[in-house]
Nanobody, 117 residues
Framework: QVQLVESGGGLVQPGGSLTLSCVAS????????MGWYRQVPGKQREVVAT????????DYADSAKGRFTISRDNAKNTFYLQMNSLKSEDTAVYYC??????????WGQGTQVTVSS
């Protein structure tokens, strides 16, 4: 079992920045890849960025490239999503996901990000 708790969401003006955090606990050793996803009402949840805890390999959705940075601090069992140059279309509930080597997925409760003036 893996437990995930996100934080850092909020209201920000267009062009602003936010950093989301995801603290993992439980069977952390089993995590193969971590990811940030987002979802708006009426649409499917979409991937924003992923990172492998051990190697630090990252991948980004086209919408996130050049603006968002995913990172991890293994000592703190924490993953981050630094979001810069935010746009109104980035407004969504952001979720942290952990996938284990046995292809089990765990999700956090989500944190709301609203980009509005």
């Amino acid at each position: 079992q893996v437990q995930l708790v996100e934080s850092g969401g909020g209201l920000v003006q267009p062009g602003g920045s936010l950093t989301l955090s995801c603290v993992a606990s439980g069977s952390i050793f089993s995590i193969y890849v971590m990811g940030w996803y987002r979802q708006v009402p009426g649409k499917q949840r979409e991937v924003v960025a992923t990172i492998t805890p051990r190697g630090g390999r990252t991948d980004y959705a086209d919408s996130a490239k050049g603006r968002f940075t995913i990172s991890r601090d293994n000592a703190k069992n924490t993953f981050y999503l630094q979001m810069n140059s935010l746009k109104s279309e980035d407004t969504a509930v952001y979720y942290c996901r952990a996938r284990t080597a046995s292809i089990l997925d765990y999700w956090g409760q989500g944190t709301q990000v609203t980009v509005s003036s």
